[in-house]
């Protein structure tokens, strides 16, 4: 079976999720100022009160996350079970040879199945971003020390700089995958042309662009590129998604 054309689930569970995403990095950066870590050579990330926000911010944008794609998953089942499973197919077919373009691009299995996919993504993903993300702050923490102790603080920012694409290299893989599923199932090349485009740019930050430095309010700060590609993509690059799909696509 269909729905109607003017019912978005998939985009907006996506939508409200990368919405919070970026209010919890939102949240986290005015923590950050509040806080003002005196640890100047240091990355934030070995800060233990920063550590902990971070921590604390991740559990609830899974929460949040979970509670959305629980709340549009209810949603989509109330409206199946309205109707007895086996008469949906051959309503499907009825309504698409009787309504047409007043359906959704794609049945609600389909539907339903994106939206367990996204779901797995956001907070699956999410959660092994956390475990990774604490193994490699103690990684980080180990090769500091060495550095510091051998006076080659300039050889650890060249390995802290190398090696942090791995934090991240999970969840974009999962984010990528996600858009070129998508992608296949509606038949979409811009999308998998954008997935491709995400991969090449996040490879480059990753292997060839250098971290540099900026002074912003007294304080130097060290630019990750490639941290700044990835949660690009997950705020910014999934809102646009979310819009992407409620536009140019009936019913997702």
Known sequence: M??????????YSIMISSLVRLGGALAEG???????????????????ALWRVQVAMSVVEIVCIALIFLYFSKKLFSYRDKIDADDQEELGRLQKEYL?????SLSSHEIGHLLQMWAVILIGAEFIYCVTSAIYRKFI???MLLAVSGGQYTSFVSVYNMTHGFKYLEMITAIVFGITMTGILLEDRR???AALIITVIFLLSFGVFQMQTISFSGKDVGIVWVSVIFHLTETIG???????LSKHYRGL
């Open 141 to 143: 923490i180990n090769l």
């Open 30 to 48: 005015v923590i950050r100022r509040i806080l003002n870590s005196d640890v100047s050579l240091a990355p934030d990330m070995l800060d233990v």
């Open 191 to 193: 999308l998998k042309i």
């Open 2 to 11: 269909y729905f109607n054309k003017r019912t978005h689930l998939l985009s």
């Open 238 to 244: 999934l809102f646009a998604l979310s819009v992407y």
């Open 100 to 104: 047409g373009e007043h359906l959704s």
